[in-house]
Structures are given as C-alpha cells and as structure tokens.
C-alpha cells in the first residue's frame, strides 16, 4: 500500500466523525423544539429541555440526549485527529468531549419534573437524579465556554480575526444567560435568552467542525 492511500485511509473516517459532530446541534434541536410545540403543558419560557424527559414521551428526550451525546464525541475525536498541532488542538476538542459525555450523563440522570411540566405536576421536587443532572449539565455547559475561549486562542494565532471574535462573542453570551438561569430568577426573558444562547453555542460548534472538515480536504 502506498503512503498516498495509506493517508487517504486515515483521513476518511476522521471526516465521518466531523460530520457526527456537525449533525449533533441540528438533530438535538429539531427533536427538542418538535417536543416543545407539541407536549401537553411544556412552555419554552418556564421550562428548559431537559425537563422534556420526564412523562410518558419522556424516552424520546433521553433518546435524544444519548444521540446527541455519542455525535458529539465521536465529532470531537474527529476534530483531535484533523487539527494541526498547536494552540487548543488538545483541549479544544477534550473540552466538547467532556460537553459531549455530559449529554450521556443527562440522559441517565433525569431532570426533575415540575413547574406544571408534565401537565399536572406541582412545585418541583429535588431529587438525587436531579442534582447530578444538574451537575453534569453545569459541567457540560462550562466545558463548551471555555472550548469557546480555547479554539478563539487558535484562530487568533492563525490570523482568523473573524472567527476568533465569533468564539469569544459566543462563550461570552453563553456564559451571561448560563449565569442568570443558575441564579435562581429564571424570569421569562432570562429562560428564553438561555434558550436562543444554547442554540447559538451549539451552532458555534456546528460551524467549526465544518470549517475543520473544509480545511482538512
């Protein structure tokens, strides 16, 4: 075998863990929003996605999660391979594998339902599932900033200004509503920024798997 089709070998699975990690963002929010529209009593300004676990269509969120979490692993270690020696080619990528198994964590550690969600429940209840959900999500969530921060490290030596600036901006804003929805007063406006700024985090990390898996051809 040559060392031409040898390389070839190599690169081709790493795209296919790219795509993995591309596809994880759109798939989680197409099967979250369709949820959110559609379930008895679910409200995007009260209530965040992981309570869509619970009831009698709960699997289909923890489903969710465990899909979303083994993409986005499998779109890390896809990046750990394609990335050029150098600032954030090691932590970028260990960092949304950390997101990643975070996912898989929430799936098995349900979130506690209440707040009217499932229809019909009280106030909410704290549970020790519930407790290491929220842990695992806190953990999740301050890896993916701090990815944010790390890969903007990268593009600044790289001389890519622009994506620089996008990373920061996005662990910025992230970073502010992860805040305020972890500070007890998660009003409407606080619950619906926490929302708009997850799916911009998790558009940052669609957008920089593609742009790796141009890069690498």
């Given at each position: 075998?040559?060392?031409a089709?040898?390389?070839?070998?190599?690169?081709?699975p790493?795209?296919t863990?790219l795509?993995?990690?591309?596809?994880?963002?759109p798939?989680?929010?197409?099967?979250?929003?369709?949820?959110?529209?559609?379930?008895?009593?679910?409200?995007?300004t009260?209530h965040?996605?992981s309570?869509?676990s619970?009831?009698?269509?709960?699997?289909i969120?923890?489903?969710n999660?465990?899909?979303?979490?083994v993409?986005?692993?499998?779109?890390?270690?896809?990046?750990?391979?394609?990335?050029e020696p150098?600032?954030?080619?090691?932590?970028g990528?260990?960092?949304?594998?950390?997101?990643g198994?975070?996912?898989?964590?929430a799936?098995?550690?349900k979130?506690?339902?209440?707040n009217?969600?499932?229809?019909g429940s009280g106030p909410g209840?704290?549970?020790?599932a519930?407790v290491?959900h929220?842990?695992?999500?806190?953990?999740?969530f301050l890896?993916?900033?701090?990815?944010?921060?790390?890969?903007a490290?990268r593009?600044?030596?790289?001389?890519r200004?622009?994506?620089?600036?996008?990373?920061?901006?996005?662990?910025?804003?992230?970073?502010?509503?992860?805040?305020?929805?972890?500070?007890?007063?998660?009003?409407?406006?606080?619950?619906l920024?926490?929302?708009?700024?997850?799916?911009?985090?998790w558009?940052?990390?669609t957008?920089?798997v593609?742009?790796t898996?141009?890069s690498?051809?």
């Amino acid at each position: 075998m040559t060392i031409a089709a040898t390389r070839t070998h190599v690169a081709l699975p790493a795209r296919t863990l790219l795509v993995c990690g591309a596809v994880s963002g759109p798939l989680y929010f197409l099967t979250t929003l369709t949820q959110a529209a559609v379930r008895d009593g679910f409200d995007l300004t009260k209530h965040p996605a992981s309570m869509l676990s619970n009831g009698d269509a709960g699997w289909i969120q923890v489903t969710n999660f465990l899909l979303t979490g083994v993409l986005m692993i499998a779109g890390a270690i896809g990046l750990s391979r394609t990335l050029e020696p150098g600032i954030g080619s090691t932590w970028g990528p260990r960092l949304l594998g950390v997101f990643g198994a975070s996912l898989l964590f929430a799936a098995v550690f349900k979130a506690d339902p209440g707040n009217g969600f499932p229809a019909g429940s009280g106030p909410g209840t704290i549970s020790t599932a519930g407790v290491l959900h929220m842990a695992a999500g806190s953990v999740g969530f301050l890896s993916l900033i701090v990815a944010t921060f790390v890969l903007a490290s990268r593009f600044s030596r790289e001389g890519r200004r622009g994506w620089a600036v996008y990373s920061r901006a996005t662990g910025i804003a992230f970073f502010a509503s992860f805040a305020g929805i972890s500070s007890g007063n998660a009003n409407a406006v606080v619950m619906l920024a926490f929302w708009a700024t997850v799916m911009l985090a998790w558009g940052w990390v669609t957008a920089v798997v593609v742009h790796t898996a141009r890069s690498a051809r």
